[in-house]
């Protein structure tokens, strides 16, 4: 509160501190909040090599992201199943300049030789990036669903439990579609009713869907979540290119970590696009 002086009328505001509070009786607030001494003491390197402390960090930093997007998509599916398409939308879009950080992470390891991934691969072991139940999560969420990616995760129970419950979970996808047929477009049956473990596959009936739908009001709500969600699977599209790229810079043709196929397995899910009626679509508008 303010206080007028009685000579001058004029303002006096109480001053500024110098210096902010300092002085607590335990760890900070900030400390309480964000848990910053738990992140930057959970880097464990495994060779003398300096630039594994780069991959490491980056790596973690990319599961902190897939918990972000986790987190959004499973918003914007909930809100999907309430009709709530403004929640929804706001979602989809928080989660498009997170793929834009996402991505963003590949930068360090953009420049990454074979002989520089070389002197700390071995700390990986079978590690590989397949592995990550959150990635796993997300892809779910995308419709690429496959019962043998839960088989890693036997040990973990809690992390097996999570990723069984999602794999049986209508997908991002499959709650935009029954919302358009709640909406009077004709989804068919067999799509509605399909099973939800496993991969979703593109139909030319979907396709006709989103066709009339793009034929519609351009400002209506339902073209704005078409975008939405285009915007979407464009940054996961980039996203896996720029992973086929960093992989085929640091390794070339190998076998991949883990056993995986390497540049090869990455090539061919990177010729994938999520909601592919979405896409197709756009030829017969």
């Known amino acids: 509160m303010s206080h007028e002086t009685a000579d001058t009328g004029t303002t006096q505001t109480p001053e500024t501190p110098e210096t902010p509070h300092l002085d607590f009786a335990g760890t900070t607030p900030y400390e309480d909040y964000v848990q910053a001494d738990v992140l930057t003491h959970l880097q464990k390197t495994l060779s003398d090599d300096p630039g594994e402390m780069v991959f490491l960090v980056t790596t973690q930093v990319m599961e902190l992201w897939f918990t972000v997007i986790v ?19 706001d979602a989809l879009k928080r989660s498009v300049r997170e793929l834009e950080a996402l991505n963003a992470s590949w930068t360090p390891l953009a420049g990454l030789t074979p002989a520089q991934f070389n002197s700390y691969r071995a700390a990986l072991g079978e590690g590989s990036g397949f592995q990550s139940a959150m990635f796993r999560r997300m892809e779910f969420l995308l419709g690429d669903k496959s019962a043998s990616m839960l088989v890693p995760h036997r040990g973990a129970p809690r992390v097996h439990r999570e990723l069984e419950k999602a794999l ?33 596959e593109p139909s030319a009936e979907i396709e006709q869907v989103w066709t009339e739908v793009y034929q519609g009001d351009q400002d209506g709500e339902l073209v704005r979540l078409g975008e939405a969600l285009t915007d979407v699977g464009e940054l996961v ?4 290119n720029d992973h086929l790229v960093a992989t085929r810079r640091a390794m070339g043709s190998k076998t991949g970590t883990g056993g995986s196929a390497g ?23």
Not at 175 to 193: F, K, N, T
Not at 265 to 285: C, D, G, I, Q
């Open 71 to 89: 987190h959004e998509w499973e918003t914007a599916a909930r809100a999907l199943r309430e009709d709530d398409l403004t929640v929804a939308k």
């Open 168 to 200: 049986h979970e209508p997908s991002l996808y499959d709650e935009v579609l029954r919302l358009l047929s709640r909406r009077g477009y004709a989804i068919p049956q067999s799509v509605l009713d399909r099973d939800l473990s496993q991969r979703y």
């Open 237 to 240: 599209w980039r996203w896996r």
């Open 263 to 285: 540049v090869a397995w990455l090539e061919k899910r990177a010729r994938k696009n999520v909601f592919p009626e979405l896409w197709t679509a756009r030829s017969y508008v």
